[in-house]
């Protein structure tokens, strides 16, 4: 529950800020390169999240990051309401929030295993991503109201607010959440060992690969729709909302179906079939000029999205050894978050060159082409049960 109103604030300032930042420069390029340089740390920096996940009390670390982004978003309500607010002071300070998501999102993640015995893993960790696809339903519908009624500031002032609501949740949490990890062993040798245990087992290897595909040429969508949304939609702040809140819906929808196939032996197959959907649900989005059709195929969008994404981690989570798995799932992380900023920098320049549709199709493409590939040849991770 702390986790999902948390969220829910991070969807409304996401909603609000990506219309600010397009509304300053009125570019594609710019709204790529704000994601890039947010997201930039987790390409670096992702060992390391995962090094300290496995080895540092996991609530201390939560804590000082949510209070970390609570402090930055609170400091660019300030800045939009006093109006000094500029499009390098917003990546600068997503910049910080990045590299603060180096470590928080393995350790949040990593700690679903901390709380549940490992047989309901695979049952908890799509409940445990409901929390953040719910929000992502109703955060960018309520941020589209915030957005119309106090502007950019309002939205970032309540995900300020919404943090308290995780914090308070991490710090009732009665399991323990200390460090298991040998803390004899020096970084050097510890720090690249979930790197090395993915790439030594071929399903894993598998699975990574996809993903980065996945993340560089599909997920830059999202920091293009306000783009999409004003050039070829022509909808307003609302309407941008409805676009988010589809995917959300869709991802809901494909979480429930995740959840309620976790006893069957398919840890292997969601990910192919969700990849092969997600690279055709892009190019439908590519086809839409109007809103109704674009929210149907973002609903697909968020449907296969998630159940490529959710798929991926959980079958990381329930084949690791469990001293690896906060960076096994950094690895993860890395190949979605890292790269997805790179996707987000590079799509971005083609979408000033060749338009929005054009860049989607190209996007989708790639994808169901890996997605197919993986389902003709990828023997041992459909062999996973």
Known sequence: MGAFLSFIGSWIQNTGQQWLVFDLTGSERALGLMTFIGAAPMFFLSPFGGWLADRANKRVVLVVCQLTFAVSAFFLALAVWQGFATFWLITTVAFING???VIEIPTRQSMISNLVPANDLAAALPLSAATFNTARILGPAIGGLILGQFGPAGCYLINGISFSAIIFAILAIKADLRSTSDRSASIKETLFEGIRHVWATPAFRTLVVMMMFTATCAMFYISLLSAFAIKVLDTGAQGFGSLLTST???????????????????????????????????ICVSLTRELWQSCVALGFMGIFGVGQMVGTNTALQYFSPPELRGRIISVHVWSLAGLN????????????????????AIGGSVVLAVGLSALLFARSLKALR
């Open 99 to 101: 590299c603060t998501s």
């Open 248 to 282: 959300g819906v869709g991802a809901l929808i494909g979480l429930v179906t995740i959840t309620f196939l976790a006893a069957r032996n398919l840890k292997g197959w969601i990910p192919i079939i969700s990849m092969c959907g997600l690279g055709a649900s892009l």
């Open 341 to 360: 900023p790179v996707g987000a920098l590079i799509f971005g320049i083609v979408a000033e060159h060749v338009g929005l549709p054009t860049t989607f």
